[in-house]
């Protein structure tokens, strides 16, 4: 119980740390990309912010639901989506969309690191439940094996 507790709340918490990050702890640049004919169009780290805050809202939702499921089997597929989900958070700033080139920039020297341990963060903590959940399920199976025995 005291597992689930601590994993749900956890998620909920790392859920909007990475939705506040890139916006009010770590903020990303403001500037945008000003094009020949014109027009001007937002950096990539803008892009990047505006989905981490999609990831977090996802992570603290899935963090709700770990706290309200009480069977392990389902607590076991929470705990992997969350762990994707923090893969997610992970890939976002580093491969998928990515940040400003120039290292020098806002969003390269706080909100890139700050997401990427807050997302490794996650993916520990996830895979420690999935471990947890997987034993506890092994030994009520067990222990109900044992019973019907008897």
């Given at each position: 119980m005291?597992n689930?507790?601590?994993?749900?709340?956890?998620?909920?918490?790392?859920?909007?740390?990475?939705?506040?990050?890139?916006?009010?702890?770590?903020?990303?640049?403001?500037?945008?990309?000003?094009?020949?004919?014109?027009?001007?169009?937002?950096?990539?780290?803008?892009?990047?912010?505006?989905?981490?805050?999609?990831?977090?809202?996802?992570?603290?939702?899935?963090?709700?639901?770990?706290?309200?499921?009480?069977?392990?089997?389902?607590?076991?597929?929470?705990?992997?989506?969350?762990?994707?989900?923090g893969?997610?958070?992970?890939?976002?700033?580093?491969?998928?969309?990515?940040?400003?080139?120039?290292?020098?920039?806002?969003?390269?020297?706080?909100?890139?690191?700050?997401?990427?341990?807050?997302?490794?963060?996650?993916?520990?903590?996830?895979?420690?439940?999935?471990?947890?959940?997987?034993?506890?399920l092994?030994?009520?199976k067990?222990?109900?094996?044992?019973?019907?025995i008897?």
């Amino acid at each position: 119980m005291k597992n689930k507790q601590t994993l749900g709340i956890f998620a909920v918490v790392l859920g909007v740390l990475i939705a506040l990050i890139p916006e009010l702890i770590f903020p990303v640049c403001a500037d945008t990309i000003e094009l020949i004919n014109g027009k001007s169009l937002f950096m990539k780290c803008h892009w990047t912010a505006r989905v981490e805050i999609l990831v977090g809202v996802i992570i603290v939702f899935n963090g709700i639901l770990i706290l309200l499921f009480k069977n392990y089997e389902a607590r076991i597929a929470l705990s992997i989506m969350l762990f994707f989900l923090g893969l997610t958070a992970l890939l976002i700033p580093t491969l998928v969309i990515g940040m400003c080139e120039a290292a020098a920039m806002d969003c390269r020297v706080g909100t890139e690191p700050a997401l990427i341990v807050t997302s490794i963060i996650i993916m520990i903590a996830s895979s420690g439940s999935i471990i947890s959940q997987l034993s506890l399920l092994k030994a009520e199976k067990l222990h109900k094996e044992r019973s019907v025995i008897k």
